[in-house]
C-alpha cells in the first residue's frame, strides 16, 4: 500500500470513530495499540491532534475510566479526507461498474462535449441525469486507451446520449454517431411529435482501444 493510501486510511478510521464518539475524540478503548502507532505518522503531518493531559482527564471522567491516549482530526485533516474522496480516480484505480452499471469509455472529444452539457444543468430543458456529474468529475483516463472511463447507469448512458446529440446539432456528427455504435443508444426526433427522442439498438461495438481522435 502506497504512503499516501495509508495516510488516508488513518484518516478515514478517525473520522469514522469521531463521528461515533459523543464527546469527538478517538480514544484507545476505540482503537488497537498498533493503529495508535500509525496515526503518529498524521499527528506529525499536522493532520492529526493528539489530547493533551488535561483533556484526557476530562475524557477519564466522561469514561469513568483512565484515558491515556486519544485523537481527532484536524482542520486540515479534514480537508485532506475531502479531497481524497472527492478526488478523480487514477488509470491504476480503474473504477468498475456496481449492480445496474456498464464501464463506459469515452473519447477525448467525446468527453469535451460531455463535459459542457453537465456544467449546463440549470440552464437544459432535459439536464443531465443524476449523478452523471459527478461520474465525469471522478473519470479516470487511461492514456494507454486514450479513453475516459466512467461506471454509468442506463439512465445516465442516455442522458450522454442526449448531450452528444446537442453536440452533434452544434458542432460535430462523429463523437454521437460513434457512441451510437459502441453503446446502442441515440437521440432522434419523433416522426410523429419532432421532440427528441431516445433510439435504443443492438451495440455492434466497442470503442477501438488503438485509435484515437
Not at 495508535?36 to 488535561?54: F, H, Y
Not at 462535449?113 to 456544467?119: E, I, L, N, Y
Request: hydrophobic residues 40%.
Amino acid at each position: 500500500m502506497r504512503s499516501s493510501e495509508k495516510r488516508i486510511t488513518v484518516l478515514e478510521v478517525l473520522h469514522e470513530h469521531e463521528r461515533a464518539a459523543r464527546h469527538a475524540w478517538v480514544v484507545d478503548e476505540a482503537v488497537p495499540a498498533s493503529f495508535q502507532q500509525s496515526a503518529e505518522s498524521v499527528v506529525r503531518e499536522g493532520l492529526a491532534e493528539l489530547a493533551d493531559r488535561d483533556t484526557r482527564a476530562e475524557l477519564s471522567v466522561l469514561a469513568a475510566r483512565p484515558v491515556r491516549w486519544a485523537a481527532r482530526l484536524t482542520s486540515h485533516g479534514r480537508d485532506v479526507l475531502a479531497y481524497a474522496h472527492a478526488r478523480p480516480v487514477t488509470e491504476s484505480d480503474e473504477p468498475q461498474p456496481g449492480p445496474g452499471e456498464r464501464l463506459v469509455e469515452l473519447r477525448p472529444a467525446q468527453m469535451s462535449a460531455v463535459r459542457v452539457f453537465v456544467s449546463l444543468a440549470h440552464e437544459l430543458a432535459m439536464p443531465p441525469a443524476d449523478g452523471l456529474a459527478e461520474r465525469v468529475r471522478t473519470a479516470s483516463f487511461s492514456r494507454t486507451d486514450n479513453r475516459w472511463r466512467l461506471c454509468l447507469t442506463e439512465e445516465q448512458i442516455t442522458s450522454v446520449a442526449y448531450g452528444l446529440c446537442l453536440h452533434r446539432l452544434t458542432s460535430s456528427e462523429a463523437e454521437a454517431n460513434r457512441f451510437a455504435r459502441d453503446y446502442g443508444v441515440a437521440y432522434r426526433p419523433d416522426p410523429v411529435t419532432r421532440q427528441p427522442t431516445s433510439v435504443v439498438s443492438r451495440v455492434v461495438s466497442r470503442p477501438d482501444a488503438a485509435s484515437e481522435d
